[in-house]
């Protein structure tokens, strides 16, 4: 199985702050990675696939990054609906999985 | 862009099977993944299994045992049967998609999620 670290898992930030988190691979791979956003009580949403590919409809302050055994998700500009917990997640082989997730709260 | 709508038990005791049925509107059932991912209250996301329009199917070893994933294409619904159930198996489970073609496609379409309780 491939194992997913994420780093941090908890970030504190500020409105308009940069924030960049870390997904880490137990294995490489290509770009079978995707990022998720969860809020309280919803189901996750997708927002990068193929570790760089920006769903439709998400904004664009959204990105992500990487390969092998390391990727990212930045988001350019923090807005108050971004607070949430992110994971990712490796469809590079069966059994799929995800990271443990990091939680942005407002600082 | 389909939609999913997924139902079944809530309430199972321990040794039950658990059986949720979720099911796709407004898009084809051919040229996807149908998936069930869970979460226990204050963790994290596991994958459980999926299937494609096919009957072709993908289990995570740790419930494989225990775990089928049905599929019925005139309905165009797919379901989640989990047999003798415990505790740990307490969760919200969702059912969601993603594109077959290719791998990298993430899961873009989710259920609205069903708290499952197993106690006795």
């Known amino acids: 199985d491939i194992q997913l670290t994420q780093s941090p898992s908890f970030l504190s930030a500020s409105v308009g702050d940069r924030v960049t988190i870390t997904c880490r691979a137990s294995q490489g791979f290509s770009s079978y990675l995707a990022w998720y956003q969860q809020k309280p009580g919803k189901a996750p949403k997708l927002l990068i696939y193929a570790a760089s590919t920006l769903q439709s409809g998400v904004p664009s302050r959204f990105s992500g990054s990487g390969s092998g055994t390391e990727f990212t998700l930045t988001i350019s500009s923090l807005q108050p609906e971004d607070f949430a917990t992110y994971y990712c997640q490796q469809l590079n082989s069966y059994p799929v999985t995800f990271g443990p997730g990091t939680k942005v709260d407002i600082k | 862009q389909a939609q999913l709508q997924q139902w079944g038990a809530g309430l199972l005791k321990p040794s039950e099977t658990l059986s949720l049925t979720c099911a796709v509107y407004?898009?084809?059932?051919?040229?996807?993944?149908w998936s069930w991912i869970r979460q226990p209250p204050g963790k994290g996301l596991e994958w459980i299994g999926e299937i494609n329009h096919s009957g072709s199917t993908n289990y995570n070893p740790s419930l494989e045992s225990r775990v089928t994933i049905p599929v019925d294409t005139s309905k165009n619904q797919f379901s989640l049967k989990l047999s003798s159930v415990t505790a740990a198996d307490t969760a919200v489970y969702y059912c969601a998609t993603r594109i077959a073609a290719a791998n990298y496609y993430g899961m873009d379409v989710w259920g609205q999620g069903t708290t499952v309780t197993v106690s006795s």
């Open positions: 407004g898009g084809s059932f051919s040229g996807y993944y």
